[in-house]
Every structure is written in C-alpha cells, then in structure tokens.
C-alpha cells in the first residue's frame, strides 16, 4: 500500500522545501524526495551558496593584499591555503543543508531518500541507491527538480581539467590559467574567485558583449572594470575544438562571425554556457507530459502541468533560472494548494550578480524600453559621489533608474556598485506598489549610507540631483 499524502514534492531545492515548509504551515500532510544525499538542491549544495562562500574569501584576500595598506593596515603579504578555503566553503554549505533538515523536522515534513518517478497521476514511485523502492501516493504532486550545468556539444567534461561550475567551486589548487567558456553570471563569479586569488582568466563569448539579458551599459562599465581586475575578454568568439592533456586544454578559437582560428592555451577550462533542466528519469513521456524545445515543462498560471494535480515551479519551467523565484513559486502553489490566493509576479525578480563591484536589476533594461518604444526618463548616480563609497574605497559603478516620461512609475532599475545586490530591495518594493521616481526621491534615507545614492538617482530622473 502507498503511504498516502496532501502533496509530494520531488526535489528539496529552494523551490521545493520552501513548497514543502509553506504547504506544511497550512495543514496539509507533506512530503519531499530527494535523490542527492542532503538537501538544498544545486543552489546549497553545488551552486549559489558555495560559489558566495568562495566569493567572500577570495574578495577579503584580495583586499588584504591590495587595500590595507592604502588605509594604514600593515599585515604582510596575504597567503592562500585553499584546503583551508575548501574546508570553510564546506562548512557553510553543511551548516545550510542541515538547516534544511531542521526546518523539515520542525514543520513535520516527511523526507525520502531516493529518486521520484511519477508513474501515474498522483503516485510517484522513490528508488532509493539501496533498497526497495517506495510508493507515494498524493492529491498533488509538485516537480521542483532543478537544472543541471548546460554542455557544450564536442566538449566532455570531466571535472579535471574540462569543469562544469561544480569542478570549479572544488579545485585543490589555484590554477595558473582558467579559460571561460560564456560571459554570462557563473562563469565572472567564478572567474573572480579564481582571478583574485592569483590565476590568469581567458573569458570567451559568442556574443559581442558580457552579461546578455542585463542593461548594457551595466554590462559596458562592469567589463572595464574586471579588466581592471586582470580579466582578459575575448568577445565574439567561439570555441571549436579542444585537445587535452592530463595537466592542460589547447582551445580552437574561432570569430563568431567566421576567420582564422587559433589557439588558447590554459591549465582548466570552465564550460559555463548555461543550465538545462533536469526532467530526465521522472517518467513524463509515459504519463503524456511533454516538454518544450528547451527541456522546460509547461505550465498554467497556477503552475499546473496539463495533468490534474501535477504541478511545476524553478528551473524546470520557464523564466529566469533564479534560487528566489523557485522559492516564490513554491509558496505561490503551497497557498494554492492550501486554498488561498497564490501568484508570483515575474515582471519583478531582481538578479544579482556577485562580482566585484556586484551589479543588480529589476524590472525593464533601457534596451528593452527602446524596443517597446517606451516614452522613459533616465536618472544616474555614480558612486564616486557617494560619501559612504568614498569613505570605503568602492566608488566604480552607479545607479540608474528608469521612469515613465508621463507617470514617472519606475519601470526598471540597474545598480552597479558595493552591495548592490542589497539594495536593489527597496526599489523591488517600491515597483510592487507601482511607486514612483519621486516617491523614492521624497523618502529620506540614512546618512552616510550607499543607499543615498538610489536617491540621488530617483532625484535624477527629474534632472535635481544634489550631489551632482
């Protein structure tokens, strides 16, 4: 006999233990399967928060090597142990999954160990590694199964010398060169880690610019100033072959465009070209559940597949590839579930990215104003007018907010700076209520803060900056 539930979750990601912990404060019998042996999915375990831990580090050894001096801090040239590192980025990652577990046991969520297959609506069968399977049966069932590092046809892997992102977040070693492959988030935050701590990084992109989809002058100024950083761009590239020995990778370099080829030369190479959604092996070709051209499952604005009661929410459906909006959508169905209103606004999820300067966004790019033919005002700030930034020694970057010419509602907002991803937050609420450039500006804001300068911007846009 099945052990029967309200909902099974398969997948305890951000997207499906936040649905889990949701569903379960309302009352219904919860549980969640997960193949991998703790929970969190990639962005505890092998994405988000190990890359961040690595981030950290690496941004406080460069500091120490680069900025103390300049402010009477005399300490020596810093050294990198990367055990050490390894060991403390493991840590953090085993103090957050464990989390996971706490919060199960707390809000009694039932977990079990092996992968899900639905094998018919309403039922799905856990395979533990060992053992006999198990079968659940449940009114609803969530698929909340993640993505997966995206492969570059012709370019195997093998977490040696050719990486994935989970490679990079676990090399022994600094390496004395790290080849790129996609300029889009994971492979600067990676190469950052690498970069500070003393590697040479080749980035090469098909396209003719960095970070496609962010506001392109963000993208213009954080590419000069990772050049800064001793990043080295190849632009409008592409790779077309690769030769590998045990210790290194010779890369065909082509233009994009067509021409000569060449050859780049370095110690590791990271495929960072995207992520896929990871469907396979739940059994939805033999329940009549198709996916899209892009592996994604489609789903109404419930999230429910075209099945009854099975739904879908994170990576394994369309939108941007984000922890935050999985974890908005998991609660959007647990509510939904639970009989009250449940919807999540897509218009409106920041993203982040956590270089250095960090940059961040919400809402529409100037491009994609342009492309609307939009009827918008402008309004920037620079850091280097910002007292706080000043007085910190990060001042590279600004803020730049973008208002309706009639309404003056914001309509979009991009910041490059220190913190940026921090404070990009009050103009996610400010957007929610659909507020105004000037109901930002008129709000007083703390002083000497970096935020004074999401301020300023909003003041911009009415052309009455004070600090510039």
Known sequence: MAEQFDLVIIGSGPGGYVCAIRAAQLGLKVAVVEKNPTFGGTCLNIGCIPSKALLHVSERFHEAGHAFSGMGISCGKPKINVADMQAYKDKVVEANTKGIAFLF?????????GAGRIIA???VRVTPSDGAPVDLSAEAIVIATGSDSARLPGLETDEKTILTSTGALALPKVPKSLAVIGAGVIGLELGSVWRRLGAEVTVIEYLDRILPGMDGEIAKVLQRELKKQGF????GAKVTGVKTTRT??????????????ETLKAEKVLVAIGRTPCTQGLGLEDIGLETDERGRIPVDDGFETKIPGIYAIGDVIAGPMLAHKAEEEGVAVAEILGGLPGEVNHDLIPAVIYTSPEAASIGKTEEQLKEDGADYAVGKFNFMANGRAKAMGETAGFVKILADKTTDRVLGAHILGPMAGEMIHEIAVLMEFSGSAEDLARTCHAHPTLSEAVKEAALAVAGRAIHS
């Not at 290194?248 to 080829?261: D, H, M, V, Y």
């Open 105 to 113: 046991r707390k809000n009694k969520v039932t977990s079990f160990a």
């Open 121 to 123: 609506p309403g039922h």
């Open 232 to 235: 080295t761009f190849r632009l």
């Open 248 to 261: 290194a990778a010779a890369l065909t370099i082509e233009p994009a465009s067509g021409g000569k080829a």
